[in-house]
């Protein structure tokens, strides 16, 4: 049974150093009902993470990939609402209920994103940060728009549209990720183009991605790689299956043209006029 107050957060993690700061992290900010599920894909962490009435681990004996991971714990999660984060992340204190606060049906919502600093766990002072907006670039990659981010009159508003988003935070209805068929392991592959999945299906369906400038969390960028290979060709595999949106061909629920993206963004970096 659905418990409609609550927020299920699903971590996937892979040779992860940061979950258990990030699990501390997120139940210590939380100010309603949360829990957490955690997939250990193919590792214990260490040191161990303590044990908590809101945390649920689900481990692996050998990695299966992210797709599969987030299934996984989609599956059994008992809350209305699932948001999904990297096991590397600092969060603002009520995130939860600021993300709740404001949401509306049929929209996927990503908080303001800043730069994690994970030895001090605080905020980075990058002047690339706050990111708000991002887009889909013509070869369908995201990237940050820099144009929209440093726009004074932008700044102001508090909810607004975004085109694309980077995937390591995002908050929905589960039943909303039902319907949009998420995660799809068969074409996509396990790991590759999680975000061009999810925003596209989102939006080409008659959907909203929004990004919420209330709330806020610091994301970990790697600059060291992930510590592990995909291998399997799966990079390549989800790219190709993305492409497939340019000719409206990637998904059944589609019922808006891939062009519609394009025009409602416009004029969008990198797309001819």
């Not at 600021?98 to 919502?109: F, H």
Request: charged share 25%; aromatic share 12%.
């Amino acid at each position: 049974m659905t418990d409609t107050g609550l927020v299920s957060i699903i971590i996937p993690s892979r040779n992860e150093k940061y979950l258990g700061k990030t699990i501390e992290d997120l139940l210590t900010k939380a100010v309603g009902e949360i829990e957490i599920i955690a997939v250990l894909d193919g590792y214990w962490p260490e040191p161990k993470i303590p044990d908590n009435d809101r945390l649920i681990l689900i481990h692996r004996g050998s990695p299966q990939g992210m797709r599969p991971a987030i299934n996984a714990a989609t599956a059994i999660a008992r809350g209305r609402y699932l948001m999904k984060c990297d096991a590397h992340c600092l969060f603002a204190p009520g995130f939860d209920q600021a993300l709740k606060d404001d949401y509306e049906q049929n929209c996927i919502v990503i908080p303001r994103r800043y730069a994690l600093d994970p030895e001090k766990w605080e905020v980075l002072d990058n002047p690339k940060y706050p990111i708000d907006y991002m887009y889909l670039s013509a070869d369908l990659h995201g990237e940050v728009w820099n144009e929209k981010n440093k726009d004074p009159e932008l700044k102001e508003k508090l909810i607004d549209e975004t085109m694309s988003a980077q995937g390591s935070c995002w908050f929905m209805q589960k039943d909303y990720f039902e319907a949009l068929e998420l995660e799809d392991e068969v074409n996509y592959g396990n790991f590759s183009n999680e975000f061009q999945e999810i925003g596209l299906k989102c939006w080409l369906s008659g959907g909203r991605v929004q990004i919420n400038k209330k709330t806020w969390y610091a994301h970990l960028h790697k600059t060291d790689g992930r510590g592990y290979s995909l291998g399997n060709g799966q990079i390549e595999k989800g790219i190709a299956y993305t492409n497939r949106w340019l000719t409206n061909t990637a998904w059944h629920k589609q019922t808006l043209p891939f062009a519609w993206l394009i025009d409602h963004f416009k004029p969008v970096p990198t797309w001819t006029p």
